[in-house]
């Protein structure tokens, strides 16, 4: 059975979203592209896409028509099978001849379901209500943070408010040219 990684692109004070719920801290390609090459590595050991409606809108929008040539990691994304955690979404179309199939009800039971289903690792980026329910079940393994080089001051956190105490152990941190650091870490039971 594979691991199930959360991952979560963040300002160096913790936000994953800005005060008005948006992620425009992110939108420099610099930050994003500079780590390719990590992302090709993790994705290598990937079996499966997990994300929650709002960041699959966001994925499906980009992702089905990008550009290997400028964004390397457009090639796993869109050979991955992918799967939705919705209770709102009618279909989920991805590109012109390719979907994701929509899991109903319960996220943790859908992601517990997945775990059985592939032998490889399940990547969920962003999808925080879904990662939130995650993690308060104990169901992340490995969480990864894509650290960038900004203060927000506020917004929404990476990790439930409620969440209590968790141990991690530190895996993996890498600089990356301009600022930002990958920091991997494993989740103790």
Do not use: C
């Amino acid at each position: 059975m594979g691991k199930v990684i959360v991952e979560q692109i963040v300002s160096a004070d913790g936000y994953a979203e800005d005060a008005d719920g948006g992620i425009g801290f992110f939108a420099n390609a610099e930050w994003i592209n500079g780590v390719d090459g990590e992302q090709l590595r993790m994705l290598s050991g990937v079996a499966a896409i997990v994300l929650g409606a709002k960041t699959y809108r966001m994925f499906a929008d980009y992702w089905p028509t990008a550009d290997p040539a400028v964004d390397p990691v457009a090639t796993p994304i869109r050979e991955l099978p992918k799967f939705v955690v919705s209770s709102s979404l009618e279909s989920a179309p991805w590109g012109t001849s390719d979907s994701a199939e929509i899991l109903r009800g319960d996220g943790v039971a859908a992601v517990r379901d997945l775990r059985h289903r592939f032998t490889g690792n399940l990547i969920i980026w962003g999808s925080l209500s879904l990662s939130d329910a995650l993690l308060r079940a104990g169901e992340v393994d490995v969480l990864r943070l894509r650290v960038l080089p900004v203060l927000l001051g506020r917004g929404r956190s990476f990790a439930p408010s409620d969440l209590g105490l968790r141990r991690l152990s530190l895996a993996t941190a890498q600089p990356l040219a301009g600022g930002p650091v990958v920091l991997e870490y494993s989740l103790a039971p």
